[in-house]
């Protein structure tokens, strides 16, 4: 038990659609990380919010956004699905930026496009 | 951001001691090398992070060679939980893991 919660769990959108999810982080944890796990990969840094800005974004277009907010929950938005945004989607919270610190993940949202 | 090397696939029997080596040739001098497992349908979990010196913990060991550019995870009893996708990381920002193929490890009874 990490303490990460993701909702929801599962999701299944239609291409061209809209989603968002949710995730609630440890209490404290000021920066939140979001990454995309496509089936047998590793998974792929999208982005990072530290203090509710972005720090840090990975090789990912722009309809993917975030919003992190002061109780220390946050939300990964993607616009315009596509067939390959099907994966599932983790964010992992840390208490700062700092080199040695580590992350928390959830379980995850695995989000298909149809 | 430094790249590392892996085993694809590693195999162990339960209760043995387990090493998993990892090449990161290109790691700065200021980052941390943190190991990550990931169990089936499950997030990743930390499993530990070490600079320069070698570390324990109650999950694995971490020995990190002198000049920095290797280390080897060790698992001292395998048991059929570790069974895992196994990630180092070279890591210069927190939070920010460039995750790599990893090492699938099976455990054997």
């Known amino acids: 038990e990490t303490g990460v919660t993701q909702s929801p769990t599962h999701l299944i959108k239609t291409r061209g659609q809209q989603v968002t999810l949710r995730c609630s982080s440890q209490?404290?944890?000021?920066?939140v990380s979001w990454y995309q796990q496509a089936l047998g990969q590793g998974p792929q840094f999208i982005f990072q919010?530290?203090?509710?800005?972005?720090?840090g974004r990975g090789n990912f277009p722009p309809r993917f956004s975030g919003l992190q907010f002061p109780n220390y929950s946050s939300e990964l938005n993607v616009n315009a699905l596509e067939l390959d945004d099907s994966a599932l989607y983790l964010c992992?919270?840390?208490?700062?930026?700092?080199?040695?610190?580590?992350?928390?993940f959830g379980q995850g949202t695995r989000l298909t496009v149809v | 951001d430094a790249k590392t090397t892996q085993p694809n696939s590693m195999e162990s029997n339960e209760e043995e001691p387990v090493h998993l080596p990892c090449n990161h040739s290109t790691i700065s001098g200021t980052d941390y090398i943190h190991w990550y497992r990931q169990l089936p349908s499950q997030g990743p979990e930390y499993v530990i992070h070490g600079l320069t010196s070698n570390v324990n913990n109650r999950m694995a060991s971490l020995a990190i060679a002198e000049d920095r550019k290797s280390s080897t995870l060790i698992l001292h009893r395998a048991t059929l939980r570790d069974a895992a996708v196994y990630y180092c990381?070279?890591?210069?920002?927190?939070?920010?893991?460039?995750f790599g193929q990893g090492t699938e490890l099976s455990v054997k009874p």
């Open positions: 992992a919270s840390s208490l700062d930026r700092d080199r040695d610190t580590e992350a928390f």
């Open positions: 919010y530290y203090r509710e800005e972005e720090n």
């Open positions: 990381i070279p890591q210069n920002q927190g939070g920010k893991l460039i």
């Open positions: 209490s404290g944890h000021n920066t």
